[in-house]
Structure formats: C-alpha cells, structure tokens
C-alpha cells in the first residue's frame, strides 16, 4: 500500500490486511490489535450499554464496525473518504445502518485510549467526531482508570465530567443511563 496516496470506502472494501484500519480524509491509519485491558474495559460497557439498550430502538455496536462519514451529501462508497471504527458507537436513528455498517455520525461513541491510540483519540478523532455532530464523546482510559465524559454544544465538545472513582456516570445520550465507574472497570486489577 501506498501511504502517500489518498484512498476512499470503495478502496478500503478491497483491502484484504490482517490488521483493521481506518481511513481519515483519505489516508489510511492502521488501528492495531487492543491489548487486554482495552478489551477488558469494552467488553464492560458493551455490556453495560447494550443492556439499557435492549428492547428499545437503540443500536449499539463495538469494534470492529465500520462508521463511514461522508464530507459532502455524497455517501456513495467512491465519495466517502473517512471510515472509523469506533471501540462502541450508539445509533439513536437505525435509517443510518446498512448490512456493511453505518452511514453517518452516532449519536455516542465510547473509545478506551491506550498509549499507542492517545493522540488518534484525543485529537484526530475529538475534532473529527464534532466536526461530523457526534453528541456525545467518552474517553476511558483503563491506566488511569478514568472515564472523560465530553458533550458537543455549539460544534465543540465541553468536558461535562471526569470520572476517576466509584460513582455513577450519566450519559446524555440515554436518559436513565448512569455507568457505575467501578462496573466499567470490574475485573482490573
């Protein structure tokens, strides 16, 4: 693969790589294999959300799956040049999905940060994620055992809390939700 090369969905669909990736406004970045704890911590709140979720008309979905976010009205996979893949990402409309993913932004994601993912998900994906209208942003970081709980208002995220010991934690998202901080991180040692 050529790294200089811009690159779109219709590409990415014929990549045959043993590693996931993502595509940010054409370049390919290679999203590498979570360590332990980052599965650990999104196995927790994959169960945690998809429990809440459960019978009511919310999708809730976890890495790998693909988020194609289209920059122009065009979604048509030659168009889209940007395709992330979200530890945990939450659709509110289900019109968004489609039998290879999602079309458009969630109304949450959920990324756990590691060192090799910290600035991708702090930076790259913290201005991608409100530029595309993702509502709401969580940050959890299974070293520090902290959960950062980002909402946007006016096209950019505010911090609404950090999260670093045992208590609920509200999303904004799902009303009635609270993840209990020590549920998140249960089995940590």
Same mark, same amino acid.
């Given at each position: 693969m050529d790294l200089t090369k811009s690159y779109n969905y219709a590409d990415y669909l014929t990549w045959e790589f043993p590693e996931y990736g993502e595509l940010f406004r054409g370049q390919f970045v290679p999203k590498p294999t979570p360590w332990t704890a980052h599965q650990r911590v999104l196995g927790n709140l994959t169960g945690l959300v998809a429990n809440h979720a459960k019978g009511k008309l919310i999708s809730v979905f976890h890495r790998p799956f693909d988020v194609r976010l289209p920059h122009t009205a065009d979604a048509s996979d030659a168009a889209v040049t940007t395709v992330v893949q979200p530890d945990l990402c939450?659709?509110? *409309?289900?019109?968004?999905? *489609? #039998?290879?993913?999602?079309?458009?932004?969630?109304?949450?994601?959920? #990324?756990?940060?590691?060192?090799?993912?910290?600035?991708?998900?702090?930076?790259?994906?913290?201005?991608?994620?409100?530029?595309?209208?993702?509502? #709401?942003y969580w940050l959890v970081s299974p070293g520090e055992r902290a959960v950062i709980v980002c909402h946007l208002a006016a096209g950019r995220y505010e911090v609404a809390g950090i999260h670093q010991e045992a208590g609920p934690i509200p999303s904004l998202t799902l009303p009635g939700l609270a993840l209990e901080w020590a549920d998140v991180f249960e089995g940590m040692t």
């Open positions: 939450v659709f509110l *409309d289900r019109r968004q999905l *489609d #039998e290879r993913g999602a079309v458009g932004a969630p109304a949450w994601i959920i #990324e756990v940060v590691s060192a090799v993912s910290l600035l991708q998900d702090t930076q790259l994906k913290f201005a991608l994620y409100a530029q595309f209208g993702v509502r #709401e």
